[in-house]
């Protein structure tokens, strides 16, 4: 049964970014590639990450640290709206995030995966609807930080956008 709520959003996702982590980022990443979307986003220099060096087959550009400070800043700048995928409360960079993206005054939301709900997930669908970004920064914590958070991200981008959304490639 399709969710006709869904059908008729007067906005398209021409991008979606991140940072390359393991994990929720990762996972953005993925879901891009695999339904046809643009993805990029920056990366720390050296293309570092928990499990080694981020695969090239991921169009991110390096920052000119080797930290993820720059990078988390970078992406919340390049996008219109950031949504943080996570299972528990925000910490480490996931909390850097979205006090970047509140002090920079770019929108965003906490999508708590553990508590994967109707209710929330339509609050996060009227979210999406009121700010219509073009280009959605995912982000959320690595794998090694919160196991499982990569395919609990992939399944939640499915379902935020199963439907008939229109797609722009760029």
């Known amino acids: 049964m399709m969710d006709t709520k869904r059908a008729s959003w007067p906005w398209s996702i021409a991008k979606i970014i991140s940072g390359g982590q393991t994990g929720a980022d990762r996972a953005g990443l993925d879901w891009a590639i695999d339904h046809g979307i643009a993805h990029g986003g920056w990366c720390p220099r050296g293309r570092i990450s928990t499990d080694g060096s981020i695969d090239s087959r991921y169009n991110l550009l390096e920052t000119e640290s080797t930290?993820?400070?720059q990078r988390t800043r970078r992406n919340i700048e390049s996008s219109d709206a950031t949504v943080i995928f996570m299972m528990g409360p925000l910490i480490g960079g996931s909390l850097l995030t979205y006090t970047?993206?509140?002090k920079l005054a770019k929108p965003v939301k906490v999508y708590q995966l553990?508590?994967?709900n109707k209710s929330q997930f339509y609050e996060v669908l009227d979210w999406l609807t009121q700010e219509a970004p073009e280009v959605i920064n995912v982000a959320?914590?690595?794998e090694s930080r919160c196991p499982g958070t990569y395919q609990a991200t992939y399944?939640?981008?499915?379902r935020i956008f199963q439907c008939d959304v229109?797609?722009?490639?760029?």
């Open 67 to 69: 930290g993820y400070r």
């Open 100 to 102: 970047l993206a509140e």
């Open 114 to 116: 553990a508590a994967d």
């Open 140 to 142: 959320g914590p690595s």
């Open 155 to 158: 399944e939640a981008l499915d």
């Open 166 to 170: 229109t797609l722009r490639l760029s």
